[in-house]
């Protein structure tokens, strides 16, 4: 068994978080702007709140990775249950459109699956088959690449890879690679993620996509120019400078029906955030978009660096682009100033007119960002989750809230913003991981919160809000406590 190190999810927790505390009440902290995203309180189990836990004897970390619309209103709620220092087994919840679990489902609401990936990073559903990618340990500390596929029911998908999974060594033997990101389009599957290529120190990173038949997890040898380890993929490493640390982490189809790539590459003051466009039949670049497929962001709001990176991408009917991300810089004495990053592109990768600056906002709003998810409302309003230490005007607070914040369509803001936490035996943290915005302009936010710290694994269970517009005290609540 591989050692536990904490932070392989999303919690890097402190050993000073695990001190015992009176458990708290699940409740808004901080000042909240605006009245867009208020606690639906008729929503979940504990007014405005549900939390699901998959404990047994095997484990109790478990954390959402995504929401995805279920039908009749309500919500899959998917995740992963670590069963030991470095094993996901995939955790499914059905909610109904009151956020409450679905007796009608699995085992009161909920089931397990088995698959190959040790560490789930991203889930889409396809019909009836959740399709999923991650990382697969190997001996002597090294992963690779992995896509599975898992029914509604929690069975392998049948003919698909090996019981329902495809590992895929995207690196050279003695490497690593992982996937972040999954999408399916006319039945194939597009894995996105990282490899290492090396490099004078002898690691480095680069960007990789591999192409899947979605029906059997085959390789499509048709897809990629020879650069990628195996055929049916393609690396793209920008190389800014020199055997440099360049990453993937968004992935979206573009109106064209171009693959696009978020992420961040390494230069000489930080990183530079990218979206990159891609042919869906053969891997190349798309030479109409940006340069020669790039489209590029940086800012020198930094003594010493500035650090952009792009987490999550949204396509309109359009063809526009909105990436959002971070933009963290430094001050005179290094400490990192963390913010967030909206960028606007046209469907040729040139900057949107009308939008923040030069078509890219950038917003110191809080302490300790980092942005996990963003979504689009049905009047064009932008949101953006992440964890938070305090939002703008608020001092820190040594709790990790569940923070999210919008801003208008023209990425001028926040218009809105709120943190909340949840219940807790030791000192509160949470991760908000994914966002899914409803029929009805409601805001669902999916991610963790810690229960329990028993060294050295913790007792994290998944948790899910909805966020409403509250149009009553439109004009304002000084006073009014919401809980």
Same mark, same amino acid.
């Given at each position: 068994?591989?050692?536990?190190? /904490?932070?392989?999810?999303? %919690? ?25 995203? =208020? ?32 039908? @009749? ?23 109904? !459109?009151?956020?409450?679990? +679905? ?30 990618? $991650? ?28 019981? &329902? ?8 033997? &003695? ?11 006319? $039945? ?66 573009? $109106? ?13 003051? &930080? ?21 020669? &497929? ?28 909105? !990436? ?80 999210? /914040? ?6 001028? @803001? ?37 229960? +329990?710290?028993? %060294?050295?694994?913790? +007792? ?10 509250? =149009? ?12």
């Amino acid at each position: 068994m591989r050692t536990s190190v /904490l932070g392989i999810g999303s %919690f890097a927790i402190a050993a000073a978080a695990a001190f015992t505390a009176a458990p708290t009440r699940a409740d808004v902290i901080g000042t909240s702007i605006g009245t867009d995203l =208020v606690v639906d309180s008729s929503f979940g189990t504990t007014g405005g709140y549900t939390v699901v836990n998959y404990n047994d004897d095997a484990g109790t970390w478990d954390e959402v990775v995504r929401l995805i619309p279920a039908d @009749g209103g309500g919500t899959w709620m998917t995740g992963f249950h670590r069963t030991d220092a470095n094993g996901d087994r995939f955790a499914i919840a059905r909610l109904d !459109a009151n956020g409450v679990l +679905d007796p009608s489902y699995g085992d009161g609401g909920k089931r397990l699956a088995d698959t190959a990936i040790n560490l789930i990073r991203d889930v889409i559903l396809v019909e009836d088959r959740f399709y999923l990618t $991650g990382i697969h340990y190997l001996d002597g500390g090294l992963g690779d690449a992995v896509a599975a596929c898992v029914m509604l029911d929690g069975t392998p998908c049948a003919g698909f890879g090996d019981a &329902g999974s495809v590992e895929l060594p995207l690196n050279a033997p &003695g490497f690593n690679s992982d996937g972040a990101r999954i999408l399916e389009r006319n $039945g194939a599957l597009y894995v996105i993620g990282n490899t290492d290529p090396g490099g004078k120190s002898g690691h480095s990173s680069a960007i990789v996509v591999a192409k899947l038949d979605a029906a059997t997890g085959a390789l499509d040898p048709g897809f990629g120019d020879g650069s990628g380890p195996l055929p049916g993929s393609v690396v793209y490493d920008p190389n800014l400078i020199e055997d440099s640390w360049d990453f993937a982490y968004a992935a979206a189809f573009a $109106g064209n029906g171009d693959i696009l790539v978020g992420g961040s590459a390494q230069y000489d003051r &930080g990183t530079k955030a990218y979206v990159l466009a891609l042919d869906p039949a053969t891997g190349a670049p798309d030479g109409a978009f940006g340069d020669g &497929g790039f489209a590029w962001a940086s800012l020198q709001n930094g003594v010493h660096s500035d650090e952009l990176t792009v987490r999550a991408l949204h396509v309109y009917d359009d063809g526009r682009i909105v !990436a959002a991300g971070n933009a963290n810089h430094d001050d005179e004495f290094f400490n990192s100033i963390t913010g967030i990053l909206l960028l606007s592109l046209q469907p040729d990768g040139t900057r949107s007119p009308g939008f923040g600056v030069d078509g890219l906002s950038h917003v110191d709003a809080g302490i300790n960002l980092q942005v996990t998810d963003f979504a689009v409302r049905p009047n064009g309003d932008l949101l953006v989750s992440t964890p938070s230490n305090g939002l703008v005007p608020d001092d820190y607070i040594s709790d990790s809230l569940q923070s999210v /914040l919008q801003f208008d369509a023209a990425g001028n @803001g926040p218009t809105a913003t709120i943190s909340f936490e949840y219940p807790s035996l030791v000192q509160p943290q949470g991760w908000p991981m994914s966002l899914l915005v409803d029929a009805d302009d409601r805001v669902l936010v999916g991610g963790a919160r810690l229960w +329990d710290y028993i %060294f050295p694994v913790p +007792d994290a269970d998944h948790v899910v809000t909805r966020l409403v517009r509250d =149009v009553i005290f439109a004009n304002g609540f000084d006073g009014l406590v919401v809980h």
